[in-house]
């Protein structure tokens, strides 16, 4: 019997994954599969994104379940660890050592050699535009430029999957945005990116997919629109900007699955609520072939992530 | 040995030097070693001033034999192998970056190897020159005499056994200290622990005495040191253990140390109490 083809691992698999801290639970029975491209975890405090990214990284090991990263085990750092960078939430840094120091230390420890570590060091500190920086000691470093440094020193070694656990603390307006450029362009580049953030509208613009948790558990994953659609109990919000609001308000009344149709702003907007999203825009359709309703814009409302966030998490699990 | 991983243990061995060798924070393990230095400096130069004649070369071997046990053995080597060693784990779990060590592509028994390595090197660096430094020093007042007994006498003998049993006693202490920076949270009272049970050393039946560093220690020491009454009524003679005994177990025990570091490290985790 032949073996089939050899089998390229290039999803981070979850498999029925728990860990408890003693009695206290950090994550439950956990299935993911995580594609390349920018994944974030949501959730609020104590939800599990910490303890999940650990547990990919290595620096925990699950009480129950199987983790794989690319098909490596995270009990295997030797393998792991050349594929995987991890910037930590911890605000911590070896005393005594500057920026370059820091990131080309831990290149050595890598087994670089000298001309490799300076290399990639200066490489990373330019992409986290610390380059002017980088013979001040880390401790004389701003809150923004520890955040910085610790991006450069997890990037450093060229890693294919990139976790990040609350990556855009302490950055200032523009530092964000360029961080969230790279990992975008990371991203794009088909790495794995992690990230977790509290930063909603952040989260929204910068992910492929993501994931939902509370209290330990995945309440949802997958694709911001597709997990939306799931949210079966909370009726689609989409909001059409048109010439005539009033006659589709008119219509979209006399269907039973619009919840609501309000017409905001200047008159033109309006903004309803149906339980079956697909069935308004087949009426939607209807209205316009019948009546020569000119529509500027049809957008849904709340499939963004802050949203999905409230209707899944946000009673229980406060705000983030 | 592989090349690659030769590399990381140099990688690691230069962050922990740079850590450990050269921080404001170790400045009471430099106090440590130095001190027995300083008194023999000063034993040097009063003894110089006085031209005494009241004690021998001989005596103040025993003199310094004794000084060896207490402050070395049980005081400086002991306390500065216990800043060193047990930091190395435990000072970055308090000081949380041991993640960033547990993030690279190394393996943990390497880990483990190169941060003792490290350690090592430093407690090496300071006690072996103080041991060296405060025999030279003790009896230099001596004149001709003392180099005579260095040169021609047994003096050479006894530093070459101090060193050597200094050494051993990072060696040996350096292990104890690592584990117990890994596996407690509090190492002090480990050492505290491990304190009381080397001092207590002399008073423990044969078989419970050979559970100890000190007691190869002291088998290794070139002049033997009675236990001073009243307690001598307590102790309990046991015949040192021989050379060939003394050094390999020490080794032999500071490896198993280290293997049981080297697994406790595979296994670790990354929990700072948070």
């Not at chain 1, 290149?107 to 990373?124: I, P």
């Not at chain 1, 610790?150 to 530092?175: F, R, S, T, Y």
Request: hydrophobic share 45%; aromatic share 10%.
């Amino acid at each position: 019997m032949s073996a089939g083809p050899p089998v390229t691992p290039t999803l981070i698999a979850f498999d029925n994954v728990s860990r408890f801290y003693g009695e206290v639970l950090g994550v439950n029975r956990v299935s993911l599969s995580i594609p390349p491209g920018v994944t974030s975890l949501v959730g609020p405090n104590g939800s599990g994104k910490t303890t999940l990214m650990n547990l990919m990284s290595g620096l925990l090991q699950p009480t129950d379940g199987k983790i794989e990263v690319l098909g490596i085990s995270p009990g295997n750092p030797e393998r792991l660890c050349k594929i995987l960078g991890y910037c930590a939430q911890f605000d911590a840094f070896p005393k005594g050592l500057t920026g370059y120091k820091f990131i080309y230390s831990y290149l050595a420890v890598h087994g670089m050699s000298h001309a490799e570590c300076d290399e990639r060091t200066r490489a990373a500190l330019e992409m986290v535009g610390l380059t002017g920086a980088a013979d001040r000691h880390v401790g004389a470093y701003s809150k923004g430029m520890r955040q910085r440094v610790k991006l450069a020193q997890a990037i450093a070694h060229d890693p294919k999957v990139i976790v990040l656990d609350e990556p855009l603390n302490g950055l200032d307006p523009m530092a964000r945005a360029e961080a969230i450029a790279l990992f975008q362009q990371w991203g794009a580049q088909g790495r794995h990116v992690i990230v977790s953030s509290h930063i909603l509208h952040e989260v929204d613009r910068i992910s492929d997919q993501v994931i939902l948790l509370s209290q330990g558990y995945v309440v949802a994953e997958g694709q911001i629109q597709g997990v939306r659609s799931e949210v079966k109990d909370q009726p689609m919000q989409i909001l059409v900007r048109c010439d005539r609001p009033s006659v589709l308000a008119a219509r979209l009344f006399q269907q039973d699955h619009i919840v609501e149709a309000i017409i905001q702003g200047d008159g033109r907007n309006l903004l309803l609520r149906t339980k079956d999203a697909d069935s308004f825009y087949l009426l939607l359709n209807r209205v316009i072939l019948e009546t020569g309703l000119e529509v500027e814009s049809v957008a849904p409302a709340d499939d963004d992530v802050n949203s999905v966030y409230q209707y899944l998490i946000g009673a229980e699990g406060g705000s983030v | 040995m592989n090349s690659l991983w030769m590399r990381q243990m140099a990688g690691v061995m230069r962050l922990e030097l740079k850590r450990t060798a050269f921080s404001r924070r170790g400045w009471w393990i430099y106090c440590l070693a130095a001190g027995p230095v300083f008194i023999s400096l000063l034993h040097w130069l009063v003894e110089s001033q006085r031209h005494s004649t009241s004690h021998t070369v001989g005596e103040d071997s025993v003199i310094f034999a004794g000084m060896f046990l207490l402050f070395f053995l049980r005081g400086s080597l002991f306390f500065g192998c216990m800043g060193i060693f047990s930091n190395l784990f435990r000072g970055e779990m308090q000081e949380k970056t041991l993640h960033y060590y547990f993030l690279t592509p190394i393996r943990r028994e390497f880990l483990v190897a190169g941060k003792y390595a490290a350690g090592l090197t430093v407690s090496l660096m300071l006690f072996v020159p103080s041991t060296a430094l405060t025999f030279l020093l003790l009896g230099r007042h001596f004149g001709p005499a003392w180099t005579d007994y260095l040169v021609h006498g047994p003096g050479l003998s006894q530093l070459g056994s101090y060193v050597l049993v200094t050494a051993l006693a990072c060696v040996g202490y350096g292990a104890v200290f690592l584990v117990c920076g890994q596996i407690t949270r509090n190492p002090m009272i480990a050492a505290a622990v491990v304190w009381v049970w080397e001092g207590i050393n002399p008073f423990l039946p044969s078989l419970l005495k050979k559970v100890s560093v000190v007691f190869y220690l002291k088998s290794l020491c070139p002049v033997e040191v009675p236990v001073p009454p009243p307690f001598s009524i307590m102790a309990v003679e046991t015949d040192p253990a021989a050379a060939w005994v003394a050094v390999p177990g020490l080794l032999a025990v500071a490896l198993i140390l280290l293997v049981y570091a080297a697994v406790s490290a595979r296994q670790g985790e990354i929990s700072y109490g948070e």
